[in-house]
């Protein structure tokens, strides 16, 4: 199930019917980033996708190189099949025209004030209570209610339209918490039980996980190969389909090609020190003299060197094996993205979100 870099020019989505994807993982794997990237690819075809950040990170701004986003829906880019690295004529009717990406930094504090005014009418009260700290006070008190304005902001934007009757958007990315307490965020029914069983609180959480529940979701996971990132992936799955919320696919960033093949992996463990200092002697990194112990004495110091990270290598090479084996015991889509050695750049990001489309991510 395992899509690799530079697999297929064209090949069908993995997530139509889709409209909100949910992006997670555990910190540093990269999250923000990949979520970033599948809206690109969303947009690819002349979409229109909102890509939505609720941790107050700024993240999404720092990535596409621009000032801090307020809070409102803001255009931060466009995106063509060709920019992806990918044929034109591979796109499907429609396609042939830009696509561009909005972005959404919520404000809690603002979506709050918003939500008291369209269920309660508050008004200028409305602002009072800001004022005097009451908007801080009831987020950290109930923090499920920030859950619910969080969602709902992004559940709205799923499912607006506009006055043609069309869908405002084709898709919308939230770029979520971390895998830790991803569940426990998007189930903000639980969180808000005991708040409120009756009203518009409680109503508006209902609507949320009728969305969240819905096949029109998909929440995604972000992975290293390396064990504790693919551990809180597995342990995440599992507590997703708990929740009964729809599990979508994996994406395992960073990925490092093998530099050995699998016969020199093997080999690793035997004694070719010798065998090393011949080759390197043939490479002409013995100098210019050509006897043998001159020679071998110009390689013997880049032996060692040499032999531990070919060691070193093979460990890894081994590890994300065990690593691969245990996401695919998982039976979903796994989408491979290669590590970026000069960083995550906006073509970088360009490359990543062309990734995604190859292998059917988007």
């Known amino acids: 199930m395992a899509r690799t870099p530079g697999q297929a020019a064209r090949r069908d989505p993995d997530w139509e019917g889709v409209r909100l994807h949910v992006v997670s993982g555990k910190g540093g794997t990269g999250k923000t980033t ?11 075809d002349g979409g229109r996708v909102l890509l939505i950040e609720v941790e107050g990170r700024q993240g999404i701004a720092e990535l596409f190189g621009i000032a801090a986003l307020p809070y409102e829906e803001r255009r931060i880019a466009s995106v063509t099949r060709s920019q992806l690295g990918l044929p034109a004529g591979d796109a ?41 700290g ?33 869908r405002r ?11 830790g307490r991803i569940t426990r965020f998007l189930n903000v029914n639980s969180e808000v039980a005991g708040l409120a069983r009756i009203g518009p609180i409680h109503t508006q959480a209902q609507a949320v996980m009728r969305v969240l529940r819905s096949p029109e979701t998909a929440v995604h996971l972000v992975t290293l190969l390396e064990e504790m990132p693919v551990q809180e992936t597995v342990d995440g799955i599992v507590e997703l389909r708990e929740a009964k919320l729809p599990v979508g696919g994996v994406m395992v960033n960073m990925v490092r090609p093998p530099v050995l093949d699998a016969a020199a992996v093997a080999a690793v463990d035997g ?8 080759a390197l002697g043939e490479a002409g990194l013995g100098g210019r003299s050509r006897k043998a112990e001159t020679v071998r004495a110009a390689v013997e110091p880049l032996l060692d060197p040499l032999l531990e ?50 292998q059917g991510a988007a």
């Open 34 to 44: 990949l979520a970033a990237a599948l809206a690109l690819a969303l947009a690819a």
């Open 92 to 132: 499907p009717a429609g396609g042939a025209h830009a696509g561009e990406v909005l972005a959404l930094a919520i404000d809690t504090e603002q979506a709050l004030l918003e939500y008291l005014e369209m269920f309660y009418k508050l008004g200028r009260a409305g602002k009072a209570l800001q004022k005097v």
């Open 134 to 166: 009451f908007v801080d006070f009831a987020t950290t008190i109930a923090p499920g209610v920030r859950d619910v304005l969080l969602t709902g902001k992004a559940c709205e934007a799923a499912r607006r339209k506009g006055p043609d009757g069309r």
């Open 169 to 179: 958007y084709d898709a919308v990315v939230m770029d979520a918490p971390p895998t």
């Open 271 to 278: 004694d070719h020190r010798e065998e090393v200092a011949l």
């Open 309 to 358: 990270q070919a060691r070193e290598h093979a460990e890894r090479v081994e590890l994300e094996r065990e690593q691969r084996a245990d996401l695919q015991q998982l039976r979903i889509p796994t989408y491979e993205l290669p590590l970026l050695g000069e960083g995550v750049d906006l073509g970088g990001l360009y490359r990543l979100a062309g990734e995604l489309k190859r």
